[in-house]
Protein backbone atom coordinates (compact mmCIF):
# COMPACT_ATOMS: atom_id res chain seq x y z
CA UNK A 1 0.00 0.00 0.00
CA UNK A 2 1.28 3.41 -0.91
CA UNK A 3 0.34 7.41 -0.21
CA UNK A 4 -0.48 8.58 -3.28
CA UNK A 5 -0.83 12.30 -4.42
CA UNK A 6 -1.36 13.58 -7.96
CA UNK A 7 -0.71 16.69 -9.75
CA UNK A 8 -1.97 18.06 -12.94
CA UNK A 9 -2.62 20.98 -14.87
CA UNK A 10 -6.00 22.96 -16.23
CA UNK A 11 -7.17 26.35 -17.22
CA UNK A 12 -9.95 26.05 -14.70
CA UNK A 13 -10.40 26.21 -10.96
CA UNK A 14 -11.86 22.63 -9.39
CA UNK A 15 -13.56 21.46 -5.88
CA UNK A 16 -12.01 18.70 -4.30
CA UNK A 17 -14.28 16.00 -5.79
CA UNK A 18 -13.79 16.78 -9.24
CA UNK A 19 -10.22 16.94 -8.92
CA UNK A 20 -10.58 13.74 -7.08
CA UNK A 21 -12.77 12.40 -10.23
CA UNK A 22 -10.08 13.79 -12.52
CA UNK A 23 -7.44 11.50 -10.39
CA UNK A 24 -9.43 8.47 -10.43
CA UNK A 25 -9.65 9.03 -14.17
CA UNK A 26 -6.24 8.82 -14.36
CA UNK A 27 -5.55 6.09 -12.76
CA UNK A 28 -7.93 4.09 -14.29
CA UNK A 29 -6.85 5.13 -17.68
CA UNK A 30 -10.58 6.53 -18.62
CA UNK A 31 -11.58 8.31 -22.21
CA UNK A 32 -8.54 10.51 -20.54
CA UNK A 33 -8.87 12.90 -23.64
CA UNK A 34 -10.89 15.22 -21.45
CA UNK A 35 -8.74 15.19 -18.52
CA UNK A 36 -5.45 15.60 -19.87
CA UNK A 37 -4.51 19.57 -20.48
CA UNK A 38 -0.92 19.22 -21.70
CA UNK A 39 1.23 22.02 -20.53
CA UNK A 40 5.20 22.96 -20.22
CA UNK A 41 4.55 23.29 -16.35
CA UNK A 42 4.33 19.68 -15.59
CA UNK A 43 7.25 18.81 -17.52
CA UNK A 44 9.45 21.83 -15.00
CA UNK A 45 7.45 19.99 -12.24
CA UNK A 46 8.57 16.78 -12.82
CA UNK A 47 12.32 17.48 -13.79
CA UNK A 48 12.60 20.19 -10.19
CA UNK A 49 11.47 17.08 -8.68
CA UNK A 50 13.77 14.46 -10.01
CA UNK A 51 16.01 16.43 -9.40
CA UNK A 52 16.26 16.43 -6.18
CA UNK A 53 13.84 13.15 -5.55
CA UNK A 54 14.61 10.66 -8.57
CA UNK A 55 12.05 8.26 -9.79
CA UNK A 56 12.49 5.23 -8.28
CA UNK A 57 13.75 3.39 -11.81
CA UNK A 58 16.70 6.20 -11.64
CA UNK A 59 17.31 6.08 -7.77
CA UNK A 60 21.01 4.39 -7.16
CA UNK A 61 21.03 0.48 -6.30
CA UNK A 62 23.16 0.64 -3.40
CA UNK A 63 20.77 3.43 -1.17
CA UNK A 64 17.05 1.73 -2.78
CA UNK A 65 15.71 1.77 0.91
CA UNK A 66 16.05 5.09 1.15
CA UNK A 67 14.16 5.79 -1.98
CA UNK A 68 10.28 7.65 -1.14
CA UNK A 69 8.76 6.00 -4.29
CA UNK A 70 6.95 2.86 -4.25
CA UNK A 71 7.29 2.47 -7.88
CA UNK A 72 7.55 4.61 -11.43
CA UNK A 73 5.03 8.00 -12.03
CA UNK A 74 2.22 7.20 -14.24
CA UNK A 75 2.61 11.03 -16.10
CA UNK A 76 1.22 12.04 -19.51
CA UNK A 77 2.04 16.00 -20.38
CA UNK A 78 -1.05 17.17 -18.42
CA UNK A 79 -0.47 15.07 -15.24
CA UNK A 80 2.20 13.57 -12.71
CA UNK A 81 0.57 10.58 -10.08
CA UNK A 82 3.11 9.66 -7.19
CA UNK A 83 2.97 6.82 -5.36
CA UNK A 84 5.21 6.59 -2.25
CA UNK A 85 6.15 4.78 0.76
CA UNK A 86 4.10 5.34 4.03
CA UNK A 87 7.25 6.39 5.69
CA UNK A 88 8.25 9.24 3.48
CA UNK A 89 4.63 10.93 3.11
CA UNK A 90 4.98 13.21 6.01
CA UNK A 91 8.61 14.73 4.42
CA UNK A 92 7.93 14.11 0.90
CA UNK A 93 4.30 15.76 0.98
CA UNK A 94 4.72 19.23 1.63
CA UNK A 95 7.51 19.66 -1.44
CA UNK A 96 5.41 18.06 -3.58
CA UNK A 97 2.87 20.83 -2.90
CA UNK A 98 5.39 23.51 -2.44
CA UNK A 99 6.60 22.57 -6.41
CA UNK A 100 2.68 22.49 -7.89
CA UNK A 101 1.62 25.52 -6.50
CA UNK A 102 5.22 27.44 -7.96
CA UNK A 103 4.61 25.84 -11.51
CA UNK A 104 0.52 27.18 -11.21
CA UNK A 105 -0.39 23.02 -10.63
CA UNK A 106 -3.07 21.13 -8.56
CA UNK A 107 -2.51 18.65 -6.37
CA UNK A 108 -5.03 16.14 -5.27
CA UNK A 109 -4.73 13.80 -2.20
CA UNK A 110 -6.95 11.28 -2.79
CA UNK A 111 -6.74 9.72 0.70
CA UNK A 112 -8.34 12.55 2.39
CA UNK A 113 -9.75 13.70 -1.03
CA UNK A 114 -8.58 17.21 -0.73
CA UNK A 115 -6.51 19.64 -3.24
CA UNK A 116 -3.45 20.82 -1.27
CA UNK A 117 -2.35 23.65 -3.63
CA UNK A 118 -3.44 27.01 -3.26
CA UNK A 119 -6.79 28.62 -2.92
CA UNK A 120 -6.63 30.30 -6.36
CA UNK A 121 -6.72 26.98 -7.83
CA UNK A 122 -9.88 25.52 -6.08
CA UNK A 123 -13.35 26.55 -6.57
CA UNK A 124 -16.10 25.91 -3.60
CA UNK A 125 -19.27 23.67 -4.07
CA UNK A 126 -22.20 26.37 -4.64
CA UNK A 127 -24.94 25.57 -1.79
CA UNK A 128 -27.84 23.95 -3.51
CA UNK A 129 -29.76 27.22 -2.79
CA UNK A 130 -27.28 29.09 -5.14
CA UNK A 131 -27.60 27.73 -8.10
CA UNK A 132 -30.40 29.37 -9.45
Request: with cysteine; net charge negative; glycine share 2%.
Amino acid sequence: MSFDLGVFYTTRSHTDEEAVRRYVAYCEEDDLSSYIEPSPAVDAFLKELTAELPQIDDWPEESIDDCPWSCAFDLSEGHVLMPMVWSAAETVRPRIVTLAEKHGLVCVDPQSEKILTAPWLRSEPRPWWKLW
